[in-house]
């Protein structure tokens, strides 16, 4: 990634700052900072303005950041300096008068601290504003999730190819997370869900010690995370015994949820929008109470991020924008489907970034 | 753990919560939520009092609530019932007037939120109180910490046997994480950092494509959790290759003010004085400048937690904290040296629970 895409996104975040009560911004949420400076430590802030961005951060980042950050202002604070003497101190210098920080990720007590001893400057919550820049990904950014999508579909055509009955959720989890390392992703984007019939009716499950053998079905909610940080979210049922109609009747809705869903992403689409169109689908069938979360959410370098697919939600999709689209349907007792892919707004329509089978008669694994 | 060890752990927070300006607490932290209740979901809430102990969830959690938390009250909301508003209901139903929250963990927005809708309760900002009871550790507690101590120290005994000159940090660190759950850990504690020479001077170093044969020695620093939630956490320097007299000389320094922080822990010792035991020898040595962080912290069902071992920490030491000791010395463009041991304070001194080689002699690999 070219080092001035960073200068990029902070001139774009200076535009947007503009608009609001405050001069500057302190960003302590560590995804904005690596967002805005490519720094992929922690417990640093970045003090950003049109007249300055500074990150501030401690001794054990110092190599690290002339690395990662080539050519940012730098304050090193030592282990004696506490954070907030440092963030007083430059505001203090900078001559601001009104600070703004990330009101959705400060902690209320940290800004009591900040209360007390920033004292030259007011302090101005602005919510979201650096979350918002990041719905929208970058070529960079598209091209980063392309490389954990391809990941994620490497480690599951190797899990599906590989399960054995006496296998437990957990090793089975534990074998896709190593797959996708081999195939060169840093991590899984989050603990991946392996489960197993009835625990499928858990939309949250961990992994336990149950067997594949144990019902004829499981349910997979995985991901990858490159070293840039990027992710990826993807969710498949198996088959791995004999199909029930019930299963079938299940699968055949949530499949169809799905793909109207998708079919009206496009931009300017209100993301409710989005959700309703798969919803009605469940509610039709008569399953709509046992749908009982939003239809996707965002993902980049964070696993959840906006724009939110729900009942509630008020965002619109802008091209450039991935997202998920993961209906499901969930019987307490006898388990769940869900299904799940990765999709990119683009300028007039969307495309699924994600390629692995769907059709019900692809599901048997092996 | 017997079920009712939450309720032990709920009456030990009431009675604390009564020393405060609260009638009840609304814990938002999903870790002291888990540490409560036994619950091991997220985005749930728990409103505690002495009238009352209600799980705040959605549909998602059912099942899960169920089995993990079983005689828990609990109120499922719908995704269009916003969580806010079902603990505005709450509050009123159960007639507080006071009601705390943790504002160590509620972002500043979200109080801002609960400000405008929670009419008829004021909100009074509680710090720490749960975290400091999770500092002191119960039985069950400590041996779920041993759990962990013992999948770490087996990871390491095999990767210590199996590190290839060609291997790269990125492979070894995966590996050692694979092996871990192999040995039934539900995953590292964190991402495990494996430094090659002169990677080894980023005291938070994330692994890279570098070889194991691109310098005489390399560190590791990792840990285990377990299904418990509870975790374990390590640094060890191992040698691929000439020893030089520098490497021995630093070495020595880092295991001599290591030994003299944990001579240094029983209960009542200050816990600036333990990092002060330590650091003492390193600056005796002339490295006092390349010791740039504190020297340890607490571990628990968070990787890092209280007490604080630091210059500046103003904790006290008490049977039943575990703490890290991990003085290093970090010479940029050589290396760094990082020894780390997790300690539990006895009711008269200490004991070392981790058990890995650390003699100057015994770190060649193989």
């Not at 009982?292 to 509630?312: C, F, K, M, N, T």
């Amino acid at each position: 990634m070219p080092r001035d895409r960073f200068a990029a996104r902070r001139d774009r975040l200076i535009r947007r700052l503009r608009k609001t009560a405050a001069e500057a911004l302190l960003v302590t949420n560590e995804t904005n900072v690596t967002y805005l400076t490519g720094f992929s430590g922690d417990s640093s802030y970045l003090l950003i303005g049109p007249d300055q961005a500074v990150l501030l951060s401690d001794s054990r980042y110092t190599t690290q950041i002339e690395e990662e950050c080539p050519g940012l202002d730098v304050t090193i604070r030592s282990n004696r300096q506490p954070m907030t003497t440092i963030v007083a101190r430059t505001a203090k210098r900078a001559k601001l008068r009104r600070l703004g920080f990330e009101s959705t990720s400060t902690a209320f007590a940290q800004w009591e601290k900040w209360n007390q001893e920033i004292a030259s400057a007011e302090l101005v919550p602005i919510a979201g504003l650096v979350e918002r820049l990041r719905e929208q990904k970058d070529r960079g950014e598209i091209a980063a999730i392309r490389d954990a999508v391809t990941s994620a579909e490497r480690g599951f055509a190797v899990l599906r190819r590989s399960l054995l009955e006496e296998m437990t959720e957990l090793q089975a989890a534990h074998d896709l997370e190593h797959t996708m390392r081999r195939f060169g992703a840093e991590r899984a984007s989050f603990p991946p869900i392996v489960a197993v019939g009835p625990r499928a009716a858990l939309p949250h499950a961990r992994p336990t010690g149950r067997r594949i053998s144990e019902s004829p079905f499981l349910l997979v909610d995985w991901g990858a995370e490159e070293k840039t940080g990027y992710k990826s979210d993807l969710t498949r049922v198996l088959s791995t015994g004999k199909i029930s109609s019930k299963l079938e009747r299940v699968y055949r809705v949530v499949l169809n949820a799905q793909r109207e869903g998708i079919a009206a992403i496009r931009p300017g689409v209100p993301c409710r929008d989005v959700d309703a169109a798969a919803r009605r689908v469940i509610e039709k069938a008569g399953y709509g109470r046992h749908f009982g979360h939003g239809l996707g959410h965002g993902v980049g370098l964070d696993i959840h991020e906006g724009p939110r697919l729900s009942p509630a939600s008020e965002d619109i999709l802008k091209p450039g924008m991935v997202v998920t689209v993961e209906p499901g349907i969930y019987l307490p007792g006898w388990g769940g489907v869900r299904i799940e892919d990765d999709i990119l707004v683009t300028r007039d329509g969307c495309e699924v970034l994600t390629d692995v089978p769907k059709e019900f008669d692809q599901i048997v694994a092996g």
